[in-house]
């Protein structure tokens, strides 16, 4: 048989179980997508089509928090949903998607598009599971489309990883666009997606969905839940664990999700970010003060009784924060009593704030990144600190003198010291040296999240508010182990 008849056979093969699908796409046509209110009584509905979401191969009905998903998209174009991990909202999403494609005549000749995180096996996923939900339904089970491609009805439905969005810039008439996961997606990739994605409101009116459980702070979701209600662009919707108790999640499996440490983030819509690989979890609560602890730690705070430090993170532009920690030791423990972030500080301003921490406090040592010297110069002037050999030290030399009471405002050369300076903050942590006010919620943050990726060097985009962690590991500059050790 020459390779022409082959692939003459081979197409008629595809047309006939083409014709196929079309007769049993046309049964799904007019469908209500679901009937909650008497879904065993009134089967016929889309999703009793093409057959009801499972789950360890158990059948499931739709909850009564799709239908709230349900209705806002019918009455919202633009919706935000910060959700729970595992409500099923991405199955809810497909089949939704689907219903448009094949039981309405809302999105006929159209592409729709789902935005996935930076990796091919995501999309590809996802149209698998696009592709599977046809299952049921004889012979439709075949898509001979490539493997981010699924065509419904004439609708045109293709996954892009976040990485790769070119290729969804200049499509003709997008009717739907979902981003899964979005609060996931790398920074920059975050910020593009949404702006692929809200272009299309002028082209051809989309629904622009954007589900996610949160991940950190500042990042995509913080920001659109912190947009005014009369300016943001979408209906949002905050659906915590307490939505699927008894549905979707039984009661055992969510008190054995609560003994893990991401169960805020990932079922309480908390934006915590990823749990990181810095400091052990059980060593970051037991820092934690106590409301009555913390209230002596402020008590303390100005006493002239004890020596205090202040680590500042020089920052003046738009991607980094200017932070600033103190600490004091007290009852044989290095308690944070002070750690604030600025952004884009004026140097003058930001300059009297410190001298008025500095007096207020008491501070005696000042622990400031060395690449800065516009602010070391500063601060030595305000305090008259001048030293002219400080040009004539070498870098080893002015490490040594961090722990001797030779100066007050110390420079530090954070590119060279950065590895030793977190394995140091890492050292009186898991010691159980340091105590943290409970009101330092950032501080908390950053190192929960705290990540490195290779040998101690901290990854700035997993670990939320580093900056204010940098300014903590300056301020640690102050203390030595074997003094203290009790
Ligand atoms: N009523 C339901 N709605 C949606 N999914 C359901 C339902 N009942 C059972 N399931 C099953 O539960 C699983 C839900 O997983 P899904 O990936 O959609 O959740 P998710 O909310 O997107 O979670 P994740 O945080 O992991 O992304 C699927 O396997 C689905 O078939
Ligand atoms: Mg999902």
């Not at 499996?253 to 915590?272: M, T």
Request: proline share 3%.
């Amino acid at each position: 048989m020459t390779l022409q008849n082959l692939s003459k056979i081979l197409d008629k093969y595809e047309s006939q179980l083409g014709s196929s699908s079309i007769q049993q796409f046309e049964q799904l046509n007019g469908l209500p997508f679901y009937n909650w209110q008497q879904h065993l009584y009134n089967s016929n509905t889309f999703n009793h089509a093409i057959g009801l979401p499972q789950k360890d191969g158990k059948t499931y009905p739709l909850f009564d928090y799709e239908q709230i998903l349900f209705d806002t998209l019918q009455q919202h174009k633009h919706v935000w949903i910060k959700k729970a991990t595992g409500l099923g909202v991405t199955e809810f999403m497909l089949r939704y998607m689907a219903w448009l494609c094949l039981s309405t005549n809302k999105v006929e000749n159209s592409q729709m598009c789902i935005v996935t995180g930076p990796r091919l096996e995501l999309a590809i996923t996802l149209i698998d599971r696009l592709k599977g939900l046809f299952r049921d339904l004889e012979k439709i089970s075949r898509f001979n489309t490539k493997e981010t491609v699924i065509e419904l009805n004439g609708v045109h439905i293709e996954a892009y990883p976040s990485h790769h969005l070119d290729s969804m810039r200049g499509l003709t008439n997008v009717s739907f666009v979902y981003l899964d996961e979005a609060d996931f997606f790398p920074p920059g990739q975050q910020q593009d997606s949404r702006h692929v994605s809200e272009r299309y409101i002028a082209k051809s009116s989309p629904w622009i969905v954007m589900v996610s459980t949160p991940n950190a702070p500042e990042g995509l979701f913080e920001k659109i839940e912190r947009e005014p209600e009369g300016t943001c662009l979408y209906k949002r919707l905050f659906l915590d664990y307490a939505y699927g108790l008894g549905k979707i999640y039984t009661e055992v499996e969510i008190e054995k999700a609560k003994a893990s440490p991401s169960f805020e983030r990932e079922y309480n819509l908390k934006y915590l970010g990823k749990v990181g690989n810095v400091f052990h979890t059980l060593d970051i609560e037991a820092a934690i003060c106590t409301q009555h602890e913390g209230q002596e730690m402020m008590n303390w705070s100005t006493s002239m009784m004890i020596g205090r430090s202040m680590g500042i993170d020089v920052a003046w532009g738009d991607t980094s924060k200017f932070a600033i920690v103190i600490t004091q030791f007290r009852n044989r423990k290095i308690e944070t009593f002070y750690a604030e972030s600025f952004e884009k500080p004026q140097m003058n301003c930001i300059i009297n704030h410190i001298m008025q921490l500095k007096q207020k406090h008491h501070i005696t040592k000042i622990y400031v990144d060395g690449a800065n010297p516009e602010v070391i110069r500063e601060l030595k002037a305000r305090i008259g600190e001048y030293h002219d050999h400080y040009g004539r030290l070498t870098e080893e030399q002015i490490w040594g003198l961090r722990t001797s009471n030779s100066w007050q405002i110390i420079p530090v050369n954070f590119q060279k010291r950065h590895r030793e300076m977190l394995q140091w903050t890492y050292t009186l942590m898991s010691k159980r040296f340091v105590k943290i006010h409970l009101s330092l919620h950032d501080l908390i943050v950053s190192l929960r999240t705290a990540t490195v990726s290779d040998e101690w060097k901290l990854d700035k985009q997993q670990t939320s508010h580093h900056d204010t962690l940098d300014s903590l590991r300056l301020s640690l500059c102050n203390y030595e182990l074997p003094k203290y050790n009790p």
